[in-house]
């Protein structure tokens, strides 16, 4: 049996909001989930802000994407530096700086 191409179906790009990133910044400080959901969001329109483990888990999938485009993307210092923090964390830590940089 011979291999056969197949069509992928990719999910739609996210986005992301002015707020989304403003609340990113404040993750990256260490801000905590519930504080940010409750100052930048509405939980009765937005279902990642009604509990701080959902608005935790929204700002980890934005860090990874953002951090997965500047691999893909950016500079090979950006890049190298990314590399180096999920090697020593498990995943990308991201300081104010850094997140500067991805952005």
């Known amino acids: 049996m011979a291999n056969q191409p ?3 179906t990719l999910p739609p790009p996210r986005t992301y909001t002015r707020t989304d990133f403003t609340a990113l910044r404040a993750f990256v ?4 989930a519930a504080t940010i959901a409750r100052l930048y969001y509405d ?5 990642h802000a ?4 959902a608005m935790e888990r929204f700002l980890g999938t934005m860090r990874d994407d953002l951090v997965h485009l500047a691999l893909l993307h950016d500079s090979s210092v950006l890049a190298d530096h990314l ?21």
Do not use: N, Y
């Open 29 to 32: 400080q260490r801000l905590p």
């Open 83 to 103: 590399k180096a923090s999920i090697r020593q964390h498990g995943s990308a830590k991201l300081t104010a700086m850094t997140l500067r940089m991805v952005e």
């Open 6 to 8: 197949q069509q992928l």
């Open 50 to 53: 009604a509990s701080a483990d």
């Open 43 to 47: 939980p009765e329109h937005l279902p």
